[in-house]
């Protein structure tokens, strides 16, 4: 488990694709005290429960094959949807609270598509990247990785 010092008044982002815990840290790097600030949840069944067509079909320029397109991914446009409002929020709050330290920690995907919507405003103050699903662990399970 790695271990990073969190200074007080931080914010760690823990999220998913789908729900996403703005905690701060009301104690000091000996001992984090994390609360929940905001929770964002939203609904995303699965994708064959959100698009019903088949995928389509194209002819090639010049011959009379035809080949077949991907399904769509409805599942994963809205998580990405999902992260990329997710770091409006977090610009949102690193503006009118001065945060001055921030942790995110989400799966792989969720935090790739984290790093690319996030503003560099935001950037500069991230402190920490874990690339675990914790969304749905204790906090006091979160608290672990931040001890000095």
Do not use: C
């Not at 999220?15 to 905001?38: C, I, S, T, V, Y």
């Not at 010049?62 to 409805?74: I, L, V």
């Not at 809205?78 to 995110?104: G, M, P, S």
Request: hydrophobic fraction near 35%; proline fraction near 7%.
């Amino acid at each position: 488990m790695n271990e990073y010092p969190i200074p007080r008044d931080a914010y760690v982002l823990v999220g998913d694709g789908r729900k996403a815990l703005f905690l701060r840290n009301h104690g000091d790097e000996r001992f984090p005290n994390l609360r929940a600030e905001r929770v964002f949840e939203q609904q995303n069944p699965r994708s064959s429960d959100q698009g019903s067509d088949h995928p389509g079909r194209a002819f090639a320029p010049d011959t009379h094959r035809r080949s077949s397109m991907e399904t769509t991914d409805w599942h994963g446009l809205q998580e990405d949807r999902f992260a990329r409002e997710v770091a409006d929020v977090l610009e949102q709050l690193v503006r009118t609270h001065d945060v001055k330290a921030v942790a995110i920690i989400a799966p792989p995907k969720t935090l790739a598509e984290l790093r690319r919507a996030i503003h560099p405003d935001v950037k500069v103050r991230v402190f920490a990247e874990i690339d675990k699903d914790l969304t749905k662990h204790p906090i006091s399970d979160i608290e672990r990785y931040f001890v000095g």
